[in-house]
């Protein structure tokens, strides 16, 4: 083909780049969101009684964490996902109080969800 034709095509891909890379900042940012709504989950199981689903929610909050830092190549040059990934596991365990929160930190739960965020560092 053509000059004219080869940077008409160009642009289309560019065009089609760009809005792959608009649609993974906007499924990031719905993970994050979710995130953000179950972190207060282990809290709550744990001060119900119910150890293992707070223990399962963290490990749903760290996998969901992961897919978000795998997806997103571009923020490890910002930030380190991981560190970032820690603080919010952290946050979720810290909300709970008393002997829910004794629980939840000494959990396998806990210790599996850590583990899984630290295999981003790798």
């Known amino acids: 083909g053509s000059p004219t034709e080869s940077i008409a095509l160009s642009q289309k891909l560019i065009g ?4 792959y890379k608009a649609f993974e900042e906007l499924r990031n940012e719905a993970i994050l969101c979710e995130v953000r709504l179950r972190q207060y989950l282990p809290r709550c199981y744990a001060a ?4 293992d689903r707070a223990e399962q929610e963290l490990l749903t909050i760290a996998e969901l964490l992961c897919q978000a830092a795998a997806s997103s190549p571009e923020r490890e040059c910002e930030a380190d996902p991981a560190a970032e990934a820690e603080a919010l596991l952290e946050r979720a365990v810290q909300s709970a109080e008393g002997d829910a929160y004794r629980q939840l930190r000494q959990s396998a739960g806990y210790e599996a969800a850590k583990e899984r965020i630290r295999s981003l560092k790798a």
């Open 16 to 19: 089609v780049l760009d809005a």
């Open 48 to 51: 119900a009684g119910d150890l």
